[in-house]
C-alpha cells in the first residue's frame, strides 16, 4: 500500500540558512499535517491543511511556513535555522480532517 | 488544559510476559483517541483509534480499551519484536484534527 512520502530524508544546514521539507500524502488523502520531534521527545502538532487551506496551527515558530499545492503535496519551509531546530519532522496524512492520521518516515534535519 | 500522560515512561517484560501501558486523558470532549508505535528513527504507525468509553479493538497480541478517563493498551504474550515506544494521542484544540500526544511509553520484550 503507497505511504506518505518525505523528501529529503537527511538534511544538513548551517545557522541562518533556509530549508525546504516535502511531503507527498497517501493518494486520495487530502488533509495533510507536520509535527516536530526533538530528540526523545513526543511528536508536536504544527501546522495542517486541509484542501490546500490551512486548518489548524500549532506551535509553529514564526520563521516557519507552509502550504498545500493543488496537488495535495505540501512545503514546509523553514529560515534563519537555528540549532534548536534540529528535530525529526514528520508529515502525515488522512483522507478526512479526523480519524487516524498516517505518518511518514520523517525528514532528519540537522541545525549546525 | 488538555493534556495526556502515560505510564510507566519505561517498562522492560520478559518474552510471554503479559502488561499493560496506561494514557490517562483530560480533554474536553473527547473527539478520539489513538495509538501508535514508533520505533527509533521511524515514523509514528498507527495501531488503533478509540472513539467512546467501553470500546475495545484488537490486532494480534495487542489490545486497546478506553474509559472516561483512560485508554489502556494490553499486550498478550510479547514477543521481541513488539519492543518499541508506544505513543498515545489525543484529538484536541478546536480544529478538527489536533492531536496532542503523551510523552510515550519504551517498551523492551527481552528473549
Known amino acids: 500500500a503507497a505511504g506518505v512520502i518525505q523528501s529529503p530524508r537527511h538534511l544538513i544546514k548551517e545557522k541562518r540558512e533556509t530549508a525546504t521539507l516535502k511531503c507527498y500524502p497517501i493518494?486520495?488523502?487530502?488533509?495533510v499535517y507536520w509535527y516536530q520531534q526533538g530528540p526523545g521527545q513526543d511528536p508536536q502538532f504544527l501546522i495542517s491543511?486541509?484542501?490546500?487551506?490551512?486548518?489548524d496551527k500549532g506551535s509553529i515558530p514564526d520563521r516557519f511556513s507552509a502550504q498545500q499545492f493543488s496537488d495535495y503535496h505540501s512545503e514546509l519551509n523553514m529560515s534563519s535555522l537555528e540549532l534548536g531546530d534540529s528535530a525529526l519532522y514528520f508529515c502525515?496524512?488522512?483522507?478526512?480532517?479526523?480519524?487516524?492520521?498516517?505518518f511518514g518516515p520523517g525528514t532528519r534535519l540537522t541545525v549546525l | 488544559e488538555d493534556q495526556v500522560t502515560q505510564s510507566p515512561e519505561a517498562l522492560r517484560l520478559q518474552e510471554g510476559e503479559s502488561s499493560s501501558l496506561n494514557c490517562s486523558y483530560t480533554?474536553?470532549?473527547?473527539?478520539?483517541l489513538f495509538w501508535y508505535r514508533q520505533d527509533p528513527g521511524k515514523g509514528p504507525e498507527f495501531l488503533f483509534t478509540?472513539?467512546?468509553a467501553g470500546e475495545e479493538k484488537e490486532k494480534e497480541r495487542l489490545k486497546a480499551t478506553l474509559t472516561k478517563k483512560e485508554s489502556f493498551l494490553h499486550i498478550t504474550a510479547p514477543k521481541p519484536e513488539d519492543s518499541a515506544t508506544y505513543l498515545c494521542?489525543?484529538?484536541?484544540?478546536?480544529?478538527?484534527?489536533?492531536?496532542?500526544f503523551g510523552k510515550g511509553t519504551m517498551l523492551l520484550v527481552s528473549p
Open positions: 502525515a496524512s488522512n483522507p478526512t480532517p479526523w480519524g487516524e492520521q498516517f
Open positions: 493518494p486520495r488523502h487530502d488533509t
Open positions: 491543511f486541509y484542501e490546500k487551506m490551512q486548518s
Open positions: 480533554v474536553s470532549g473527547l473527539r478520539g
Open positions: 478509540l472513539y467512546s
Open positions: 494521542a489525543a484529538i484536541t484544540g478546536p480544529g478538527y484534527s489536533t492531536l496532542t
